[in-house]
Structure formats: C-alpha cells, structure tokens
C-alpha cells in the first residue's frame, strides 16, 4: 500500500505542477506582452511599461514562474485589476454559491443515479431497465443549460414558484440559499447522473456475472444481501472513479449554470473578468478550479484503498 | 461482412446512423436553401411564434428560427469534426510515444495528460477568451484539448498491450524500424477503438459548443450557433417560448442520434463489450 500511497502522491504534485505550468504559460506567455492585453492598444508605452514593471513582465519567464508559484501556494492569486482587491479573497466570496451548487447537483446525481443503475442491472433486459436506459440516454442528450432554462419556463414563467435567477444568500437561514440553488443544481446534476447510471449499471451487471456471486446464490443467500454485500461494494470502485471525475465536471459545468441563473458564483466571476481584461482573476479562477478536480481525482484515489483491500496489500 | 450484417441489424446503429445522416443532409442543404435568410431581418416580425411562414418562429430580429437552426448545424458539425480532429491527433501522438517509447517518456507524458484532464473545455476556453478574442476557433481549441488525454490514454493502453504481442516482436525480430513498428503493425490495431472514441467524442464537442457559445466565449453573433441562439432567447422566455424549444432540441436530437451512433459502432466493432 505504501507504494501505491507513494506513487498517487507523487502524481498529484506533478499533476498539479503542470497545471500551474499551463495557467501560467497560457496567461503570461503565449499574448506575448499581457499588460498589452489589459490595456489595450491604444495606451502610451509609459503606461504599458509601469504595469509590466508593477506585474514583473520585465523578468526573464521562469523567474517571473518560480515568484508566481511561491505566490499562489501562500495563497496570494495576485490583484483583481478590475476591483483591486486580492483574487483569493474573490474567490473566497463566491465559493459560498458555487461550492453548495456543485454540493447539491453530486448529491442530486448519486441519489438518483445508483439507485437507478442498480434497479437498471438487478432487473436487465426487463421494462424497468429499458426505461431507465431510455431516461439515461435522453438525460445524456439534454445539454444542462437548455434544462436549466426549460425549468425556468415551467417553474418561473408558467407556474410562478420560483424566481428566474439570483442568489438570496445564507444570511437568512439554510432555506432560501437552498431554494436559490434548488433548479440550477438539478439540471447541473441531472445530465451527470445519466452518465452515472449508465456506469452504475454496467459496473453491477459485471459483478452479477462473476463466479462469487454465483456461489453466494447457490448457498441460498438472500437477493437482497446478495446485491448489498457481495455485489455493490464490489461495483463501486467503478462507479466512484466516474463519480469523481463527474464532480469535477460539476464544478466546471456550474460555471454555465451560474449564468442560466444570474447566480453570483466562481463562473460569473471568471466571466466579467475576461469582459474586463482581468487576466489575474482568470488565472486564479481557473488555477482554483483546475486544481480543485486534481485534489478531487487524489482523494477519489484515496478513497480506493479504503474500499478495496486489494490495493492495501498490493 | 459479418460486421455489415451485425450492422444492419443493430436497432441503436441503424437509428444512430439516419439521425447522423439527418443532420448531415440538413446542413448540407442550409448550405444551399434555407427557408429564409438566415440573416435577414425584419422588425415587423420579431419575436412571432410557430406560423406557416416560419415554422419555428422568429427571433428578436425577425430572423426565422428554422433557417438559423439549419444553418446552425454546419457550425456543429464543423466543431464537432475539426475539436476532435484536434484531440486525436495529439493524443494519438501523445499516446504512441508514451506507449511505444515507455520509461520517464511515458511518466512525464501521462503527468501533463493528467494536467490537462484538470482542464475542462470550459477552463480552457476562458483561459484562451481571456488572452485572444472570443471566436469558434477558440471553441474548437479548447474543445480539442479536452478530447486530448481521452485518445491519448486509450493508444498508450493499446501500445502497451500489442507491443508485447507475437506478431510484433516477430516483425521486430525481422528487423523492422521503429517508424514501421508503430505504423504499419500496432496502430492499424489499435483503430477501432479508436473510432468509436471518436464518434462518442463527436456529441460531446457539439454540446461543449453549444454550451460556450451560450456563454459567449464561442461562436459570435451574427452566426447562427444552436448555444448561441438559446442565449438570445432567454432574454425572451416570457414572450415566446418556442424561440429557446428549437434550438435545444435541435441539440438534443443530434445528441441523442450521435450517442446512439456511438453506442451501437461500439457494439458492432467489439461484440465483446454488448
């Protein structure tokens, strides 16, 4: 186990390095001058040349690297340009709506989906799982932002029960930053969790039809314990690696969603800053969030080894 | 031949197939007649719902919604074919010299799939929007990166399983040169999977588009783009629906016949896995 501890770590950091390596190299090297980028053409060169000594675009590219990485693992992201206050603070301020969001929507996708997989597998090649493939396949189909405004055409414009867009905030108590989430996070989760129940599905179907299981019928144990002990546990590891990967995807796919729903959220940010030329906080934003799937895969990783003794004594 | 049989008579294929052929006939059409201009306006019409003479209504410019939705589907396919022309072609690089070279090569080349991995389509085009103008060429880009480890990871598993293979080492043992190890004995091998990951890469491209046109980091307007066209028509919802329904079904439907497409390809190229 150690060496598998040694090796997932030792990826994670590497993993991690090159991502930094491409948030840098896309936002500082490839425009060519950046502070041009900000400005604008039409600014004197005095101008251009005191915010290219300020953001230390005078220094050779692997030094301006090396000060910018020691920077971001302080946690210092640069200043926002455009509200001159620190990115990690920005952040920070809008990890309240996209972090719930991206919560509520996995939550939402596993609490249909392997039910559903699993009802899919255990009744396979029945009605029930030609419907649930029917639904996985139509829910695959649907692009998350189309749902998001079709239910606010139902549940806004039609039925008034909910408001179109915007965040209340969690000053008032857990419910209407809840209910401010309620839509967006389904129609986050919803395409994702087709995806799941499909891999549900086929992850149990494959267990079903190992000898183990065989056996454990044989000896007359009950379907039900059948399914719970010798079939699900052994499912999961597939299951949970494309969960994990689904979660990142969560996180990036609410950056859409937190523009169906005007929602206050990461996204936005990122979104008026490329509007505003505010290159740091796109860096940032998008180092943040690139990061956040590396450490989701590392702890997806991590998670193996307590469900699989396997790996523990590889 | 038994492939062509299994085919025909694979449901899933067969409805995949006409869906594609579908939407290649519609924009190979658009590209020669839509019902109207795709770009014309009219005041006087803005905003009307379905009638005989615009089908699917009009847009905010009078603009009739079923031209631009025809029109829309040569930029989707446009996307979908040239992003993933880009993710294979990298990753099938990346994933020869990983497989076939093996070593540090292989550890440093997987470390950087794993980077991008952390990239979704969506990062990659912000990070690109941010530096260069918003355009479908940005789109396509990001869109192609994403595709990259997916192709990349799936060669290097084939290189590494066919590199040990017999007719392989024979060939090496007859002297065959690396260039002719890789292109004449293992990638042949390795394309059907690479297929179907390419036409199951194919929808995914088309809703990455659709979705970054809707943010606007895509296709610009005046274009028609079906992510685009839902854009505009949210600031519409209240005073007609019907702008926001066609573009989105036009996605799903084309979505729903490529996954179609893809899942039965796979079926048909490698029995094993149905």
């Known amino acids: ?314 | 031949m038994a492939v062509t049989r299994r085919a025909l008579r694979h449901v899933t294929f067969v409805l995949g197939v006409l869906v594609t052929l579908s939407l290649v006939a519609t924009a190979g059409v658009s590209l020669v007649w839509t019902p109207a201009d795709p770009l014309s306006q009219s005041i006087d019409s803005r905003l009307q719902g379905p009638t005989s003479g615009h089908p699917f209504g009009t847009d905010q410019y009078g603009r009739d919604i079923l031209s631009r939705v025809m029109r829309g589907a040569v930029v989707s396919i446009a996307v979908g074919v040239i992003a993933v022309g880009i993710g294979a072609t990298i990753g099938i690089l990346i994933g020869t010299a990983s497989g076939y070279i093996g070593g540090w090569v292989d550890e440093v080349l997987m470390r950087v799939i794993d980077a991008v991995q952390g990239f979704p389509a969506i990062l990659s085009a912000l990070l690109f929007t941010a530096v260069f103008a918003p355009g479908i060429g940005i789109s396509m880009i990001a869109i192609g990166i994403a595709f990259v480890p997916a192709f990349a990871r799936l060669t290097r598993g084939s290189f590494l399983e066919l590199r040990a293979r017999e007719f392989v080492v024979a060939a090496h043992a007859l002297g065959a040169r690396d260039r002719r190890l890789v292109f004449r004995h293992i990638l042949p091998n390795t394309l059907a999977p690479l297929i179907v990951q390419a036409t199951t890469s194919f929808p995914v491209a088309i809703l990455a588009e659709a979705g970054l046109a809707y943010l606007g980091l895509g296709t610009q307007p005046p274009h028609p783009s079906w992510g685009l066209m839902l854009k505009e028509a949210q600031n519409f919802l209240s005073q007609s629906p019907s702008f926001a329904v066609f573009p989105g079904s036009a996605i799903a439907l084309t979505v729903l016949g490529l996954n179609l497409l893809g899942d039965g390809l796979r079926d048909v190229l490698d029995p094993k896995t149905a």
């Open chain 1, 1 to 314: 186990m150690r060496r598998y501890l040694a090796r997932r770590v030792a990826a994670f950091v590497a993993t991690l390095f090159f991502v930094s390596v491409l948030a840098f190299v896309v936002i500082r090297v490839l425009p060519g001058d950046p502070a041009l980028v900000i400005l604008g053409p039409e600014v004197s060169p005095e101008i251009v040349a005191r915010l290219r000594a300020s953001m230390g675009l005078d220094r050779p590219i692997p030094v301006q690297y090396v000060e910018w990485l020691g920077r971001a693992l302080r946690g210092d992201l640069g200043v926002s340009i455009q509200y001159d206050v620190p990115v990690g603070r920005l952040i920070l301020s809008r990890l309240p709506v996209t972090l719930p969001l991206t919560v509520m929507a996995a939550g939402f996708m596993i609490a249909a989906a392997i039910p559903l997989g699993l009802y899919a597998a255990t009744h396979h090649r029945r009605t029930g799982d030609y419907a649930a493939m029917v639904v996985s396949q139509l829910g695959i189909a649907v692009p998350s932002f189309w749902l998001g405004l079709l239910l606010i055409l139902l549940f806004s414009v039609h039925l008034g029960w909910m408001r179109s867009g915007g965040f209340d905030g969690w000053d008032d108590g857990l419910w209407p930053g809840v209910r401010s989430l309620l839509l967006p996070a389904f129609a986050l989760g919803f395409f994702q969790a087709a995806v799941l129940v499909r891999a549900t599905r086929s992850s149990v179907l494959d267990v079903l039809r190992e000898d183990y299981v065989r056996t454990a019928r044989a000896k007359g144990v009950r379907e039900r314990a059948v399914i719970a002990k010798h079939t699900l546990r052994n499912a999961m590891i597939p299951i949970l690696t494309v969960a994990g990967i689904q979660l990142g995807q969560l996180m990036a796919g609410s950056i859409i969603l937190e523009s169906v729903f005007a929602l206050p959220g990461l996204g936005r940010l990122a979104l008026v800053a490329i509007t505003a030329r505010d290159l740091p906080v796109v860096q940032g934003v998008t180092l943040f969030v690139a990061s956040s799937i590396i450490v989701i895969n590392f702890a997806v990783d991590m998670l193996y080894v307590v469900l699989d003794p396997r790996i523990r004594y590889d």
